[in-house]
C-alpha cells in the first residue's frame, strides 16, 4: 500500500511504484463513493482526443507556472470579441 496528499492545487502524486507502465497523457475518469476514489483508465480515444489533452496539459503546465495571462470580467469579453 502507498500512500501520497493532496496538495494545496488540488494534486495528487501517484507513486511511482503505482504508475509504471501507465504512459504522461492517460486520461483517467474519477469517481468517488464516500471516502473511496476510484482512478479509471480511458481507453479508445481518438488521436484528435489525446492531442486535445495533450494541449490541455501544456495549457495547465503555463498556469501552473504563471504563464498567462488574468483579465478582468470586460476585458475577457472585449478579447473574446478580438478572437
Not at 34 to 57: C, F, M, Q, R, S
Not at 58 to 66: L, T
Not at 71 to 83: I, P, Q, V
Request: hydrophobic letters at 35%.
Amino acid at each position: 500500500m502507498e500512500t501520497t496528499k493532496l496538495s494545496t492545487k488540488g494534486q495528487i502524486v501517484i507513486p511511482e511504484s503505482i504508475r509504471k507502465g501507465i504512459a504522461i497523457g492517460t486520461a483517467f475518469t474519477i469517481i468517488q463513493k464516500e471516502d473511496l476514489i476510484v482512478l479509471k483508465k480511458i481507453e479508445g480515444l481518438t488521436e484528435l482526443e489525446k492531442k486535445e489533452l495533450e494541449e490541455l496539459n501544456k495549457i495547465w503546465k503555463e498556469i501552473d507556472r504563471g504563464e498567462c495571462e488574468s483579465y478582468t470580467t470586460e476585458e475577457f469579453f472585449s478579447k473574446l470579441k478580438e478572437w
